[in-house]
């Protein structure tokens, strides 16, 4: 069974920056398109980026230009590179499949973005 163990989260000013990481326990991380979702605080779950086991990327606009989703396949290993925080970022990170091929979900990691 996949599972995924998400971290690099933490407390941030405006304008800072935070890598997270995510890795997946399983066979055939690598031929799965990736993502990174986020839940605010009393909010929904939503997609973040995606990228394709080939690398291509896709964003929501509200981070198009500030956040970067990268992947190594040999380390089963999802990254996001988040820059220029806001504090309406502030939410719990979730790495999993793109939709539709979403599996269990893990802990999340916490970015709270506030001065």
């Known amino acids: 069974q996949v599972q995924f163990v998400e971290s690099g989260g933490g407390l941030v000013q405006p304008g800072g920056s935070l890598r997270l990481s995510c890795t997946a326990s399983g066979s055939f991380f690598s031929i799965y398109t990736m993502a990174w979702y986020r839940q605010p605080p009393g909010k929904q779950r939503d997609l973040v980026a995606t990228?394709?086991?080939?690398?291509?990327?896709n964003y929501a606009d509200s981070v198009k230009g500030r956040f970067t989703i990268s992947r190594d396949n040999a380390k089963n290993t999802v990254y996001l590179q988040m820059n220029s925080l806001k504090p309406e970022d502030t939410a719990v990170y979730f790495c999993n499949r793109d939709l539709g091929f979403q599996v269990s979900w893990g802990q999340g990691t916490q970015v709270t973005v506030s001065s």
């Open positions: 990228i394709a086991k080939g690398g291509g990327t």
